[in-house]
């Protein structure tokens, strides 16, 4: 069974910085495309950012660009978010997403994925 696991959340200051990583298992990913997004109580998932299957493109929401970054270890089946200058807007529930691909490299709608992890608490301190 398919699975992915987010981790590494927790809570930080402000200009502070985390690594969330998520864990795939029950195959190989390295031929998906995988996400990242985020949600806040009463808000829709928002989009952070989306890797390529090759880890070759990455696109990034305007909100983290130049913040955070994406990548994956394809021989680990893992993906990872390094969260740089956080801010307290930044608090949410952060979860991994994989999608077989894909026409686009672009992908930043949730309906664009298939399989979600139960996502991780990240928590900014102002």
């Known amino acids: 069974q398919e699975q992915l696991v987010e981790s590494g959340g927790g809570l930080v200051q402000a200009g502070g910085s985390l690594r969330l990583s998520c864990a795939a298992s029950?195959?190989?990913?390295?031929?998906?495309?995988m996400g990242w997004f985020r949600q806040t109580p009463g808000k829709e998932r928002e989009f952070v950012g989306t890797i390529s299957w090759t880890g070759g493109a990455t696109y990034y929401a305007d909100s983290v660009k130049g913040r955070f970054t994406i990548s994956r270890d394809n021989a680990k089946n893992m993906l990872y978010l390094q969260m740089n200058s956080l801010k307290f807007e930044d608090t949410a529930d952060y979860y991994c997403a994989a999608t077989r691909c894909c026409q686009s490299d672009y992908l930043p709608r949730p309906g664009d994925y298939e399989y979600w992890g139960q996502g991780t608490q990240v928590t900014v301190s102002s």
């Open positions: 029950g195959r190989s990913f390295s031929t998906y495309a």
